[in-house]
């Protein structure tokens, strides 16, 4: 069985600081669109896990890259494939936008 390609963590406040310090940094929100009008970070870009296979080659390749789901899950499906398809540095942000709510941007609804 293939081991899973190894993805980086990244943790809400240190995305929020890298955001606030302007680093050129790609936001992908791979939850449903249902989803997303609920609730999503500023600057991020809808691609649901669901047509991330047929939509990955049109995120740029000259910056990071930052997954988010709900709370980690889908988005760690999604880093690990990216990881494999891609060169470049793609995280997965540990708790999702549930978690970066809660301590990072409150005003964010939680669901």
Request: charged share 20%; glycine share 6%.
């Amino acid at each position: 069985m293939p081991i899973p390609p190894i993805v980086q963590h990244i943790s809400p406040t240190e995305l929020a600081a890298r955001l606030a310090a302007g680093e050129p940094l790609t936001l992908v929100d791979v939850r449903e669109r249902w989803e997303w009008d609920l609730a999503r970070i500023e600057g991020a870009h809808l691609l649901p896990l669901s047509e991330l296979a047929s939509g990955s080659a049109e995120l740029p390749s000259d910056t990071d890259i930052v997954v988010y789901c709900h709370h980690g899950v889908r988005s760690l499906a999604a880093a690990q494939f990216l990881v494999a398809q891609r060169v470049g540095t793609v995280s997965n942000l540990s708790g999702g936008i549930d978690r970066y709510a809660r301590e990072v941007n409150p005003t964010i609804p939680r669901y």
